[in-house]
Nanobody, 119 residues
Framework: QVQLVESGGGLVQAGGSLRLSCTAS????????MGWYRQAPGKQRELVAV???????NNADSVKGRFTISRDNAKNTLYLQMNSLKPEDTAVYYC?????????????WGQGTQVTVSS
């Protein structure tokens, strides 16, 4: 069982920055892709950013040029650096990890961390 614990959310003014962290109970060097989703009130969960085991990244169009995803395998931690925040970035942010177990791949989720951007 893999546990993911997020931190770093909070209240920030528009134009500000936050860095989210997601620390895993296991060695993320053995994980497949990891990433971040977000869910705003009344909206579907949206994929924000993904990073592969090899370090390739992909961001949603809505956050390109503002958000950066990274992973530190030595610290078993996934990050999301969020700059130039906008009120529409307000949401609960969830990290996930895709972990191979034999022939199967399982997705594990963090508990979520609230990000609120005031105008």
């Amino acid at each position: 069982q893999v546990q993911l614990v997020e931190s770093g959310g909070g209240l920030v003014q528009a134009g500000g920055s936050l860095r989210l962290s997601c620390t895993a109970s296991g060695s993320i060097g053995s994980f497949n892709s990891m990433g971040w989703y977000r869910q705003a009130p009344g909206k579907q969960r949206e994929l924000v950013a993904v990073i592969s085991s090899g370090g390739r990244t992909n961001n949603a169009d809505s956050v390109k040029g503002r958000f950066t995803i990274s992973r530190d395998n030595a610290k078993n931690t996934l990050y999301l650096q969020m700059n130039s925040l906008k009120p529409e970035d307000t949401a609960v942010y969830y990290c996930y990890a895709d972990v191979a177990r034999g022939l199967y791949e399982y997705r594990y989720w963090g508990q979520g961390t609230q990000v609120t951007v005031s105008s």
